[in-house]
């Protein structure tokens, strides 16, 4: 039980490493990443669609823009499958029993780094290099180049063309002006003048005037056919059709370039005429519009192939850390095989099983070295721990011999090693020294004593220490003693038996006191007031100073009386009274009788009214409340002949609480507080005021402590003091029980 109150500290939030490691370990930051890697890959496929849907077709994507599309989408898949094969490599091991899958993991990761870098990078530069070619070849220049090839070989064909239409022409005009005057065209002479004089001096290789009927059939005028074709198939009722509103049209064959026209001022004639060419210029013609067929047809997949070709890349260097990472992990599975079965091992031997073997596979590596390293480590093991626990055994038979030594004396023990750290105390130790709570193992002794750790820097072996608690002050017999590895404190609590000793001395003195004063105080204060009433009228000199000393030594007399009396009530006081009594009754008769003296103090009770019952000696409560009340009044009297006031006004106050285990009484006052060496309030004689005796809280100490309660002086919040006596109900009711059979023995 006590009267003070202690205060709580409040953890501190959690840092952010903290947090960052824990959600590492249950798994949570992982799957995280999965989602944003996978997030993020899906927006950068989205991205790329739209970015290449939005151009032309027909014309390649600016090759630094694939490139970045290509590293953005490979990253996040080389990461998300990456943190995949982590899942994957966890749960294998999970279900294997090849440990935590942290082996498999970091191989994943470093196997997955080794190949994506250089993927990446050989990735990128592939992309630069394929895509500046094709920029070339598909660009403007090389589309002109190409054009203008095609271009000057149509050239050339259509020049021979427009040759070949320019002769046909002219000759038409010449057969009106020359020959169609001098022969008629049924002629045979017309037919070779013509050959003569038109045909062959203009290189031409073939020539034909006809007709057309109304059926539309081509009839045959004149007929240069050295090579012997059939030139009128040549003449199509579409090509007659083309030659309406025009001067001629074209007619060419494989090996030929031909043109047909109207003979002008004649009756439905027409002319045609051809000339042999290279077959090589009209082959070279062909492939030439093939290529530039195949060109554009190119040009206008080049974008298509683009994308194929980084796809490819993408898909190839997926396909490449795929393998890494399948790699990675035959390897971890290799590896982390035989350590699986070191760990389990391992745990086996943790738990005490030292029989724990593995299987040796393979000699001539690191792991069957470490293997049979670790065979030979637990059969080591297995020999030492049957002796250490046969030794055990002995030292733990010691070891409860020593604790069940320590824990039945009553005096406390320490051992200390050289650098004055505790290593071992009894309960004893911890209750006088009040660390029960905390406990005073492996702490330095400065931490738990400053006044043991100064005893201890001296030269004396034993020595009467003044330790301070939470309880007060404490008066420890100590002792100590020097072995090989440090001290051994032994110390007893003396400070009960010092108060004794004080008050059995102080008993005693109260009562030779009481007895050589007692006896001369009556007569010296009868004779004084004879003397003031017999002479009182009959002196004249100076009759005020007269009275005066009189009243004085009357005063002084009364006095002396009432400190013999408080010494006879220290030295003889009577034992306790056990009665039910209502608590409530005595405190508020206790607070009456000071309010009629002060009504300038406002005296309050809580509660007003009630029926607390406790099993106590009236009288002597009565009275130790009426002390602890009246210190409180001379407490507000001392404040204001200082000249201080409270902003409270004078108040004093009490409070009643009691629950199952204890009553508690609580007195506060707004007075002049308590002096700095408060723990000796309750010793004989030791007093703050200058006519005071000093034995009324140690009376009042005495009541509480027959009561067995305990008594407290503490601040008041706000300025003053506050006394807090509280009462075990459980031990009242045995010492009443106690009291009671004494009080039958004595009557028996």
């Known amino acids: 039980m006590d009267a003070r109150s202690s205060a709580s500290t409040l953890d501190q939030p959690p840092s952010l490493k903290r947090w960052l490691v824990t959600e590492r370990a249950n798994g949570r930051f992982y799957r995280v990443l999965e989602l944003v890697a996978a997030a993020l890959l899906l927006v950068m496929l989205g991205s790329s669609y739209a970015t290449l849907a939005r151009g032309d077709p027909t014309e390649m994507a600016s090759p630094p823009l694939i490139a970045l599309l290509l590293v953005g989408n490979l990253i996040p898949a080389i990461l998300l499958m990456v943190l995949l094969t982590r899942r994957l490599a966890v749960k294998r091991a999970a279900q294997g029993e090849l440990g935590t899958g942290l082996l498999h993991t970091r191989l994943v990761a470093l196997f997955s780094i080794i190949a994506a870098v250089p993927t990446v990078l050989v990735a990128i530069f592939a992309s630069f290099l394929l895509q500046s070619g094709l920029e070339f070849w598909f660009s403007n220049k090389a589309r002109g180049m190409l054009e203008n090839s095609v271009q000057i070989a149509r050239g050339a064909y259509q020049q021979e063309v427009d040759r070949v239409a320019a002769e046909t022409t002219t000759m038409a005009v010449d057969v009106v002006r020359i020959l169609l005057p001098r022969y008629s065209l049924d002629d045979i002479r017309f037919a070779d003048a013509f050959a003569r004089s038109q045909v062959l001096p203009r290189n031409l290789s073939e020539a034909i005037i006809f007709t057309v009927g109304d059926d539309g059939e081509v009839r045959t005028q004149v007929l240069i056919n050295p090579y012997d074709r059939p030139l009128d198939r040549l003449i199509t009722p579409a090509k007659l059709k083309q030659l309406e509103g025009r001067e001629w049209v074209e007619v060419n064959s494989g090996d030929r370039v031909g043109t047909l026209t109207r003979i002008p001022e ?149 051992a200390l090693d050289n650098e004055r750290r505790i290593l071992l105390t009894n309960r004893s130790a911890e209750a006088l020294l009040q660390h029960g709570a905390e406990g005073i193992e492996e702490r330095a002794l400065h931490e738990v004593s400053h006044e043991l750790e ?295």
């Open 266 to 414: 004649s009756d439905g004639l027409y002319l045609y005429s051809a000339r042999v060419f290279e077959p090589a210029l009209k082959q070279q013609l062909d492939r030439a519009d093939s290529v530039l067929i195949d060109y554009r047809t190119l040009q206008e997949r080049a974008r298509l192939y683009q994308l194929r070709f980084n796809a490819a890349l993408l898909l190839g260097s997926l396909i490449i850390v795929g393998l890494a990472i399948v790699v990675a992990l035959r390897l971890a599975d290799r590896l982390v095989r035989p350590l699986g079965g070191l760990v389990t091992a391992a745990g086996r031997v943790e738990e005490g099983d030292f029989s724990a073997r593995v299987a040796v596979n393979r000699k001539d590596d690191e792991i069957g070295v470490l293997a049979a390293a670790f065979n030979r480590m637990t059969s080591r093991l297995e020999e030492q721990t049957g002796a250490l626990k046969a030794v055990n055994t002995q030292l733990d038979t010691r070891r409860a011999f020593i604790e069940a030594v320590l824990g039945s004396v009553t005096a406390g023990v320490i």
């Open 454 to 748: 100064e005893f201890l820097c001296g030269d004396q072996r034993e020595a009467d220490v003044l330790v301070r608690a939470e309880g007060g002050q404490r008066t420890l017999a100590v002792k100590r003693v020097r072995y090989a590895d440090g001290w051994v404190l032994t110390f007893d609590d003396i400070t009960e038996q010092l108060a004794d000793q004080r008050r059995a001395a102080w008993s005693d003195i109260a009562r030779r006191i009481a007895h050589e004063i007692k006896n001369p105080l009556t007569p010296i204060q009868l004779a004084a007031e004879r003397i003031q009433r017999r002479f009182g009228k009959e002196v004249q000199s100076d009759p005020e100073t007269f009275g005066r000393l009189t009243e004085t030594i009357v005063r002084q007399v009364g006095d002396l009386r009432r400190m013999v009396d408080e010494f006879s009530n220290f030295a003889r006081m009577p034992k306790p009274k056990f009665k039910d009594e209502n608590v409530h009754d005595i405190a508020r008769t206790s607070l009456f009788l000071h309010e009629v003296a002060h009504p300038e103090i406002t005296f309050t009770l809580d509660p007003p009214q009630g029926d607390i019952r406790m099993i106590c000696d009236r009288g002597q409560l009565g009275q130790a409340l009426t002390n602890v009340v009246k210190n409180a009044v001379e407490a507000i009297e001392s404040r204001r002949n200082r000249g201080e006031h409270s902003l409270e006004g004078d108040r004093i106050a009490m409070r009643l609480a009691k629950d199952e285990r204890q009553l508690v009484m609580d007195l506060t006052d707004t007075g002049i507080g308590l002096p700095e060496d408060r723990e000796r309030l309750t010793e004989p004689y030791m007093t703050t005021r200058v006519r005071g005796t000093g034995l009324g809280l140690a009376i009042v100490k005495k009541i509480v402590e027959e009561h067995g309660g305990e008594i407290a002086f503490l601040d008041r919040a706000g300025g003053g003091t506050h006394v807090r006596i509280a009462f075990d109900l459980a031990r009242l009711a045995l010492l009443a029980e106690a009291a009671e059979q004494s009080q039958d023995e004595e009557s028996a």
